[in-house]
Protein backbone atom coordinates (compact mmCIF):
# COMPACT_ATOMS: atom_id res chain seq x y z
CA UNK A 1 0.00 0.00 0.00
CA UNK A 2 1.17 3.45 -1.03
CA UNK A 3 2.27 5.26 1.83
CA UNK A 4 1.94 8.51 -0.19
CA UNK A 5 -0.47 10.72 1.61
CA UNK A 6 -0.25 9.39 4.84
CA UNK A 7 1.77 10.25 7.99
CA UNK A 8 4.62 7.58 8.56
CA UNK A 9 5.22 5.85 12.14
CA UNK A 10 9.13 5.29 12.21
CA UNK A 11 12.28 5.21 14.12
CA UNK A 12 13.93 8.73 15.16
CA UNK A 13 17.23 9.02 16.97
CA UNK A 14 15.92 12.64 18.81
CA UNK A 15 17.80 14.99 20.74
CA UNK A 16 15.90 15.97 24.12
CA UNK A 17 18.70 17.67 26.00
CA UNK A 18 22.08 19.32 25.60
CA UNK A 19 25.15 16.63 25.54
CA UNK A 20 22.49 13.61 26.23
CA UNK A 21 22.58 10.33 24.13
CA UNK A 22 20.32 10.25 21.52
CA UNK A 23 17.78 8.48 22.20
CA UNK A 24 15.56 5.97 19.93
CA UNK A 25 11.90 6.91 19.65
CA UNK A 26 8.75 6.55 17.58
CA UNK A 27 7.80 9.42 15.51
CA UNK A 28 4.98 10.04 13.21
CA UNK A 29 6.54 12.32 10.11
CA UNK A 30 3.70 14.45 8.12
CA UNK A 31 3.27 14.12 4.72
CA UNK A 32 5.20 16.71 2.56
CA UNK A 33 3.47 20.11 1.85
CA UNK A 34 4.30 22.49 -0.90
CA UNK A 35 7.57 22.03 -2.62
CA UNK A 36 8.75 19.20 -0.18
CA UNK A 37 9.52 15.92 -0.49
CA UNK A 38 9.67 12.61 1.84
CA UNK A 39 12.60 10.45 1.72
CA UNK A 40 13.61 7.19 3.19
CA UNK A 41 16.77 7.54 4.55
CA UNK A 42 19.05 4.50 3.94
CA UNK A 43 22.60 5.87 4.85
CA UNK A 44 23.34 8.76 6.92
CA UNK A 45 26.49 10.07 8.97
CA UNK A 46 27.80 11.95 11.91
CA UNK A 47 29.92 14.90 11.12
CA UNK A 48 31.53 17.89 13.48
CA UNK A 49 28.31 20.02 13.10
CA UNK A 50 25.93 17.65 14.48
CA UNK A 51 28.26 17.40 17.50
CA UNK A 52 28.57 21.37 17.61
CA UNK A 53 24.55 21.32 17.80
CA UNK A 54 23.83 18.69 20.29
CA UNK A 55 26.14 19.83 22.42
CA UNK A 56 24.26 23.65 22.00
CA UNK A 57 27.91 25.70 23.43
CA UNK A 58 27.59 28.60 21.66
CA UNK A 59 24.60 28.18 19.96
CA UNK A 60 20.96 28.66 20.14
CA UNK A 61 19.83 25.99 22.11
CA UNK A 62 16.49 24.13 20.19
CA UNK A 63 15.26 20.74 21.46
CA UNK A 64 14.27 18.13 21.22
CA UNK A 65 15.40 17.93 17.55
CA UNK A 66 16.66 15.33 15.21
CA UNK A 67 20.14 16.28 14.16
CA UNK A 68 21.82 14.70 10.35
CA UNK A 69 22.54 16.87 7.01
CA UNK A 70 24.89 14.11 5.72
CA UNK A 71 22.70 11.42 4.10
CA UNK A 72 21.55 9.54 0.68
CA UNK A 73 18.03 8.12 0.23
CA UNK A 74 14.66 7.65 -1.73
CA UNK A 75 12.34 10.07 -2.29
CA UNK A 76 9.12 8.18 -0.43
CA UNK A 77 6.50 11.00 -1.96
CA UNK A 78 6.72 14.53 -3.21
CA UNK A 79 4.35 17.41 -1.95
CA UNK A 80 2.98 20.20 -4.15
CA UNK A 81 4.60 22.15 -7.38
CA UNK A 82 7.46 19.50 -6.88
CA UNK A 83 8.20 19.04 -10.52
CA UNK A 84 11.90 17.92 -10.47
CA UNK A 85 12.31 14.80 -8.13
CA UNK A 86 9.69 11.95 -8.21
CA UNK A 87 9.08 8.99 -6.20
CA UNK A 88 12.57 6.37 -6.12
CA UNK A 89 14.78 8.87 -7.28
CA UNK A 90 18.25 8.67 -5.61
CA UNK A 91 19.28 11.61 -3.51
CA UNK A 92 21.16 13.08 -1.19
CA UNK A 93 19.65 15.91 1.03
CA UNK A 94 21.66 18.72 1.15
CA UNK A 95 21.83 21.78 4.12
CA UNK A 96 22.22 24.57 2.07
CA UNK A 97 20.15 24.87 -0.87
CA UNK A 98 19.13 26.61 -4.40
CA UNK A 99 15.44 27.49 -5.17
CA UNK A 100 16.35 28.04 -8.70
CA UNK A 101 15.12 31.98 -8.67
CA UNK A 102 17.01 34.41 -6.54
CA UNK A 103 19.92 36.48 -7.10
CA UNK A 104 22.36 34.18 -5.98
CA UNK A 105 21.14 31.25 -7.74
CA UNK A 106 21.19 32.92 -11.21
CA UNK A 107 24.40 33.75 -10.89
CA UNK A 108 27.26 31.95 -12.00
CA UNK A 109 29.67 32.74 -9.12
CA UNK A 110 27.37 31.62 -6.14
CA UNK A 111 25.71 29.14 -4.00
CA UNK A 112 24.92 31.60 -1.31
CA UNK A 113 20.77 31.08 -2.28
CA UNK A 114 18.58 33.94 -0.12
CA UNK A 115 16.33 31.24 0.18
CA UNK A 116 17.32 28.35 1.26
CA UNK A 117 20.79 29.13 2.55
CA UNK A 118 22.05 27.04 6.03
CA UNK A 119 19.69 28.37 8.96
CA UNK A 120 20.62 27.02 12.19
CA UNK A 121 18.53 28.37 14.06
CA UNK A 122 15.23 27.58 12.21
CA UNK A 123 13.51 24.63 13.51
CA UNK A 124 10.65 24.24 11.22
CA UNK A 125 10.08 24.25 7.45
CA UNK A 126 10.31 27.52 5.55
CA UNK A 127 6.53 26.46 3.81
CA UNK A 128 4.60 27.20 7.08
CA UNK A 129 7.37 27.51 9.98
CA UNK A 130 5.49 23.95 11.37
CA UNK A 131 7.38 20.61 11.87
CA UNK A 132 6.48 17.61 9.94
CA UNK A 133 7.55 15.61 13.06
CA UNK A 134 5.94 14.44 15.88
CA UNK A 135 6.17 12.06 18.83
CA UNK A 136 3.13 11.58 21.11
CA UNK A 137 2.03 14.83 19.36
CA UNK A 138 4.76 16.99 20.71
CA UNK A 139 6.39 18.47 17.39
CA UNK A 140 10.03 17.84 17.28
CA UNK A 141 12.42 20.32 15.77
CA UNK A 142 14.34 20.29 12.45
CA UNK A 143 17.74 20.62 12.12
CA UNK A 144 18.99 22.74 8.85
CA UNK A 145 16.54 21.65 7.10
CA UNK A 146 17.59 17.78 6.84
CA UNK A 147 17.28 15.75 10.01
CA UNK A 148 18.51 13.01 9.06
CA UNK A 149 19.00 11.26 12.02
CA UNK A 150 14.97 9.90 11.49
CA UNK A 151 14.09 6.71 8.91
CA UNK A 152 11.82 9.54 6.89
CA UNK A 153 12.18 12.71 6.78
CA UNK A 154 10.89 15.46 4.90
CA UNK A 155 12.80 18.48 3.10
CA UNK A 156 12.34 20.84 1.07
CA UNK A 157 13.07 20.00 -3.20
CA UNK A 158 15.74 22.85 -2.87
CA UNK A 159 17.64 21.02 -1.00
CA UNK A 160 17.48 17.82 -2.31
CA UNK A 161 19.97 16.76 -5.18
CA UNK A 162 18.92 14.09 -7.36
CA UNK A 163 22.11 11.49 -8.10
CA UNK A 164 22.71 8.36 -10.43
CA UNK A 165 20.45 5.56 -9.04
CA UNK A 166 23.69 3.13 -9.14
CA UNK A 167 25.92 5.26 -7.24
CA UNK A 168 26.02 3.09 -3.87
CA UNK A 169 24.36 5.48 -1.11
CA UNK A 170 26.43 4.07 1.53
CA UNK A 171 29.87 5.47 0.15
CA UNK A 172 28.11 8.97 -1.91
CA UNK A 173 25.95 9.74 1.58
CA UNK A 174 29.37 11.88 2.61
CA UNK A 175 29.07 14.33 -0.80
CA UNK A 176 26.02 16.18 1.03
CA UNK A 177 28.46 18.32 3.60
CA UNK A 178 32.26 17.55 4.61
CA UNK A 179 33.75 15.96 1.36
CA UNK A 180 31.94 18.26 -1.22
CA UNK A 181 33.25 21.42 1.06
CA UNK A 182 36.64 20.24 0.64
CA UNK A 183 37.30 19.30 -2.31
CA UNK A 184 35.34 21.95 -3.56
CA UNK A 185 37.57 24.34 -1.78
CA UNK A 186 40.49 23.20 -3.61
CA UNK A 187 39.26 22.27 -6.94
CA UNK A 188 36.49 25.53 -7.87
CA UNK A 189 38.14 28.30 -5.59
CA UNK A 190 41.91 27.61 -4.75
CA UNK A 191 42.33 26.30 -8.06
CA UNK A 192 46.05 25.00 -7.91
CA UNK A 193 47.46 23.86 -11.69
CA UNK A 194 49.56 20.92 -12.20
CA UNK A 195 52.65 20.78 -10.25
CA UNK A 196 52.03 23.34 -8.00
CA UNK A 197 52.47 23.70 -4.24
CA UNK A 198 49.43 23.76 -1.61
CA UNK A 199 48.95 23.97 2.02
CA UNK A 200 46.17 22.65 3.51
CA UNK A 201 45.44 23.46 7.60
CA UNK A 202 43.73 21.23 9.35
CA UNK A 203 43.04 17.75 8.55
CA UNK A 204 39.70 16.46 9.56
CA UNK A 205 37.45 15.29 7.05
CA UNK A 206 37.10 18.71 5.85
CA UNK A 207 40.89 19.52 5.49
CA UNK A 208 41.54 15.77 4.19
CA UNK A 209 38.66 16.15 0.77
CA UNK A 210 40.44 19.79 1.14
CA UNK A 211 43.95 17.76 0.21
CA UNK A 212 42.19 15.35 -2.40
CA UNK A 213 41.11 17.95 -4.40
CA UNK A 214 44.69 18.70 -4.35
CA UNK A 215 45.81 15.31 -5.35
CA UNK A 216 43.02 15.21 -8.13
CA UNK A 217 44.63 18.99 -9.62
CA UNK A 218 47.87 17.27 -9.40
CA UNK A 219 50.06 19.17 -7.10
CA UNK A 220 53.19 17.94 -6.54
CA UNK A 221 53.68 19.16 -3.12
CA UNK A 222 50.71 18.69 -0.55
CA UNK A 223 51.90 20.34 2.81
CA UNK A 224 49.50 19.25 5.68
CA UNK A 225 49.55 21.50 8.91
CA UNK A 226 47.97 20.42 12.02
CA UNK A 227 48.54 20.24 16.12
CA UNK A 228 47.39 16.95 16.25
CA UNK A 229 49.77 14.62 15.23
CA UNK A 230 47.67 11.87 14.75
CA UNK A 231 46.14 13.08 11.74
CA UNK A 232 49.64 12.94 9.97
CA UNK A 233 49.11 8.91 9.94
CA UNK A 234 45.36 8.69 8.22
CA UNK A 235 46.47 11.99 5.83
CA UNK A 236 49.26 10.10 4.19
CA UNK A 237 46.40 7.81 2.46
CA UNK A 238 45.20 11.25 0.95
CA UNK A 239 48.45 12.20 -0.72
CA UNK A 240 49.63 14.57 1.87
CA UNK A 241 53.53 14.22 1.19
CA UNK A 242 54.71 16.46 3.85
CA UNK A 243 53.75 17.85 7.75
CA UNK A 244 54.46 20.86 9.65
CA UNK A 245 53.11 20.82 13.04
CA UNK A 246 53.39 24.50 14.49
CA UNK A 247 53.65 23.39 18.44
CA UNK A 248 56.88 21.37 16.98
CA UNK A 249 58.76 25.02 15.89
CA UNK A 250 59.96 28.26 17.22
CA UNK A 251 58.75 30.31 14.31
CA UNK A 252 55.66 31.20 13.42
CA UNK A 253 54.18 28.60 10.88
CA UNK A 254 54.13 30.92 7.93
CA UNK A 255 58.16 31.83 8.38
CA UNK A 256 58.41 27.66 8.60
CA UNK A 257 56.27 27.38 5.08
CA UNK A 258 57.93 29.92 3.49
CA UNK A 259 61.37 28.48 4.11
CA UNK A 260 60.31 25.02 2.56
CA UNK A 261 59.17 26.10 -0.08
CA UNK A 262 61.40 28.85 -1.14
CA UNK A 263 59.49 31.63 -0.80
CA UNK A 264 55.90 30.36 0.17
CA UNK A 265 53.40 28.12 -1.18
CA UNK A 266 51.11 28.75 -4.39
CA UNK A 267 47.83 27.74 -2.68
CA UNK A 268 46.53 27.14 0.76
CA UNK A 269 43.43 26.10 2.00
CA UNK A 270 42.14 27.00 6.22
CA UNK A 271 39.94 24.49 7.41
CA UNK A 272 40.28 24.58 10.84
CA UNK A 273 38.14 27.37 12.21
CA UNK A 274 41.23 28.76 14.04
CA UNK A 275 41.70 32.76 13.27
CA UNK A 276 45.17 31.85 13.77
CA UNK A 277 45.54 29.76 11.69
CA UNK A 278 43.37 31.50 9.13
CA UNK A 279 46.34 34.07 9.04
CA UNK A 280 49.22 31.53 8.81
CA UNK A 281 47.43 29.96 5.84
CA UNK A 282 47.13 34.04 3.95
CA UNK A 283 50.51 34.63 5.18
CA UNK A 284 52.61 31.21 3.96
CA UNK A 285 51.15 31.70 0.05
CA UNK A 286 54.14 33.16 -2.32
CA UNK A 287 54.13 36.83 -3.82
CA UNK A 288 52.82 37.40 -6.75
CA UNK A 289 50.17 34.46 -7.12
CA UNK A 290 49.75 32.82 -4.10
CA UNK A 291 45.91 32.29 -3.28
CA UNK A 292 44.40 31.26 0.24
CA UNK A 293 41.12 30.04 0.47
CA UNK A 294 39.82 30.08 4.15
CA UNK A 295 36.73 27.13 4.92
CA UNK A 296 36.70 27.23 9.02
CA UNK A 297 34.38 28.68 10.41
CA UNK A 298 35.63 31.43 12.90
CA UNK A 299 34.09 32.23 16.45
CA UNK A 300 31.95 35.43 16.87
CA UNK A 301 34.39 37.69 18.51
CA UNK A 302 37.15 37.22 16.07
CA UNK A 303 39.29 39.57 13.77
CA UNK A 304 41.35 39.15 10.92
CA UNK A 305 44.80 40.69 11.52
CA UNK A 306 47.73 41.21 8.67
CA UNK A 307 49.36 43.66 7.41
CA UNK A 308 48.14 45.47 4.39
CA UNK A 309 51.40 44.65 2.46
CA UNK A 310 50.70 41.01 2.47
CA UNK A 311 47.98 42.08 -0.49
CA UNK A 312 50.18 44.96 -2.29
CA UNK A 313 52.66 41.98 -2.96
CA UNK A 314 50.08 40.27 -4.80
CA UNK A 315 49.01 37.76 -2.31
CA UNK A 316 45.06 36.61 -3.03
CA UNK A 317 42.65 35.60 0.08
CA UNK A 318 39.18 34.36 -0.53
CA UNK A 319 36.47 32.35 1.29
CA UNK A 320 34.51 29.78 0.68
CA UNK A 321 30.66 27.95 1.82
CA UNK A 322 29.81 24.49 0.81
CA UNK A 323 33.04 24.25 -1.87
CA UNK A 324 30.86 27.09 -3.87
CA UNK A 325 28.88 24.36 -5.41
CA UNK A 326 25.51 24.66 -6.29
CA UNK A 327 24.34 21.46 -4.31
CA UNK A 328 20.69 21.11 -6.67
CA UNK A 329 22.74 21.81 -9.84
CA UNK A 330 26.44 20.65 -9.06
CA UNK A 331 26.73 17.59 -6.62
CA UNK A 332 25.32 14.74 -8.72
CA UNK A 333 28.66 16.03 -10.60
CA UNK A 334 30.75 14.96 -7.60
CA UNK A 335 28.83 11.87 -7.26
CA UNK A 336 29.65 11.13 -11.31
CA UNK A 337 33.90 11.67 -10.14
CA UNK A 338 33.17 8.93 -7.68
CA UNK A 339 31.60 6.47 -10.14
CA UNK A 340 34.36 7.25 -12.70
CA UNK A 341 36.70 6.32 -10.11
CA UNK A 342 38.15 10.16 -10.44
CA UNK A 343 37.27 10.79 -6.91
CA UNK A 344 38.14 8.42 -3.75
CA UNK A 345 35.57 7.89 -0.77
CA UNK A 346 35.85 4.95 0.71
CA UNK A 347 39.31 6.23 2.47
CA UNK A 348 37.11 8.72 4.25
CA UNK A 349 35.07 6.13 5.84
CA UNK A 350 36.50 4.73 8.75
CA UNK A 351 33.58 3.16 10.51
CA UNK A 352 30.30 1.94 10.30
CA UNK A 353 27.29 1.24 12.78
CA UNK A 354 23.57 -0.06 12.94
CA UNK A 355 21.44 3.02 13.47
CA UNK A 356 20.45 1.39 16.77
CA UNK A 357 24.05 2.14 17.78
CA UNK A 358 24.28 6.04 16.47
CA UNK A 359 25.75 7.27 19.77
CA UNK A 360 28.53 4.99 19.30
CA UNK A 361 29.05 7.60 16.17
CA UNK A 362 29.22 10.94 18.45
CA UNK A 363 31.66 9.60 20.65
CA UNK A 364 33.88 8.33 17.94
CA UNK A 365 33.18 12.36 16.24
CA UNK A 366 33.49 14.06 19.63
CA UNK A 367 36.97 12.04 20.59
CA UNK A 368 38.23 12.38 16.96
CA UNK A 369 38.62 8.85 16.86
CA UNK A 370 37.17 8.36 13.19
CA UNK A 371 37.07 10.22 9.46
CA UNK A 372 33.70 9.66 8.90
CA UNK A 373 30.99 7.13 10.80
CA UNK A 374 28.97 6.03 8.35
CA UNK A 375 25.18 4.72 10.00
CA UNK A 376 23.69 2.07 8.30
CA UNK A 377 19.60 2.70 8.82
CA UNK A 378 18.75 -0.51 7.67
CA UNK A 379 21.12 -2.44 9.85
P1 LIG B 1 37.80 18.76 12.55
O1 LIG B 1 37.66 19.24 13.95
O2 LIG B 1 37.59 17.32 12.27
O3 LIG B 1 39.25 19.16 11.99
C1 LIG B 1 39.88 20.36 12.30
C2 LIG B 1 41.38 20.08 12.45
O4 LIG B 1 42.04 21.34 12.62
C3 LIG B 1 41.75 19.23 13.67
O5 LIG B 1 42.51 18.12 13.26
C4 LIG B 1 42.54 20.19 14.56
O6 LIG B 1 43.58 19.53 15.28
C5 LIG B 1 43.10 21.18 13.54
N1 LIG B 1 43.45 22.49 14.09
C6 LIG B 1 42.75 23.25 14.96
N2 LIG B 1 43.39 24.42 15.20
C7 LIG B 1 44.51 24.40 14.45
C8 LIG B 1 45.57 25.32 14.24
N3 LIG B 1 45.61 26.49 14.87
N4 LIG B 1 46.56 24.98 13.38
C9 LIG B 1 46.54 23.79 12.74
N5 LIG B 1 45.57 22.88 12.90
C10 LIG B 1 44.55 23.18 13.74
O7 LIG B 1 36.79 19.66 11.69
P2 LIG B 1 36.18 19.45 10.21
O8 LIG B 1 34.88 18.72 10.30
O9 LIG B 1 37.23 18.92 9.30
O10 LIG B 1 35.82 20.98 9.85
C11 LIG B 1 36.85 21.94 9.67
C12 LIG B 1 36.29 23.36 9.69
O11 LIG B 1 35.45 23.58 8.55
C13 LIG B 1 35.40 23.66 10.90
O12 LIG B 1 35.68 24.99 11.34
C14 LIG B 1 34.00 23.59 10.33
O13 LIG B 1 33.08 24.34 11.10
C15 LIG B 1 34.24 24.18 8.96
N6 LIG B 1 33.22 23.92 7.94
C16 LIG B 1 33.01 24.92 7.03
C17 LIG B 1 32.09 24.77 6.01
C18 LIG B 1 31.90 25.83 4.97
O14 LIG B 1 31.02 25.67 4.11
N7 LIG B 1 32.72 26.88 4.96
C19 LIG B 1 31.35 23.56 5.92
C20 LIG B 1 31.61 22.52 6.85
C21 LIG B 1 32.54 22.72 7.85
ZN1 LIG C 1 18.15 30.93 -4.53
Known sequence: MSTAGHFIRCLAAVAWEAGKPLAMEEVEVAPPQKKEVRIKVHFTSVCHTDVCFWEAKGQTPLFPRILGH???GVVESVGEGVTDLQPGDHVLPIFTGECGN?????????????????????GGMIHDGESRFSTNG?????FLGTSTFS??????????????????????????????TGLGATLNVAKPKRGQSVAIFGLGAVGLAAAEGARISGAARIIGVDLNPKRFEDAKKFGVTEFVNPREHDKPVQQVIIEMTDGG???SVECTGSV?????????????????????????????????????NERTLKGSFFGNYKPKTDIPGVVEKYMNKELDLEKFITHTVPFSEINKAFDYMSK??????IIDMGA
Open 276 to 312: QAMIQAFECVHEGWGVAVLVGVPRQDDAFRTHPMNFL
Open 151 to 180: EYTVVHSGQVAKINPDAPLDKVCIVSCGLS
Open 70 to 72: EAG
Open 138 to 142: KPIHH
Open 368 to 373: GECIRC
Open 265 to 267: VDR
Open 102 to 122: CRHCHSEESNMCDLLRINTDR
